[in-house]
């Protein structure tokens, strides 16, 4: 079973070929969220102090599936937070982009 990442990743392309800008946009958004969620405290970095080329390099934590779908499910809910703001603004053409993007996130999370 392929993990959410691969997903989305694989899913990219098509959605760039199609020029459907609101998807490549939450796709890119979301893999941006999973790889800042992969993210170690510097604290935690454990190369620092190190010298030389990959000095600057430090390891990244790997995701369960279950870490992935919490991130997804996090985007999910900040997009429809957005939706509801922008909605209350009278922007209902926003509100609405927002929910497509949200409904977008969700087909991952119900495979």
Same mark, same amino acid.
């Given at each position: 079973m392929t993990s959410i990442r691969e997903r989305l990743q694989a899913d990219l392309p098509a959605a760039m070929k199609a020029r459907d800008a609101a998807t490549v946009s939450v796709l !890119?958004?979301?893999?941006a969220a999973l790889s800042n969620a992969e993210a170690v405290e510097q604290g935690d970095a454990g190369a620092l102090g190190t010298r030389g080329v990959y000095s &600057?390099?430090?390891a990244r934590r790997e995701l369960s599936s279950d870490d992935e779908r919490t991130v997804v499910q996090r985007e999910i809910e900040e997009l429809?937070? &957005?939706?509801?703001?922008s909605e209350d603004a009278g922007q209902t053409d926003e509100a609405?982009?927002? !929910?497509?993007k949200?409904?977008?996130?969700? !087909?991952y999370l119900d495979i």
């Open positions: !890119r958004t979301t893999l &600057s390099e430090a429809l937070a &957005s939706a509801e703001e609405e982009i927002l !929910r497509g949200a409904e977008v996130l969700t !087909r």
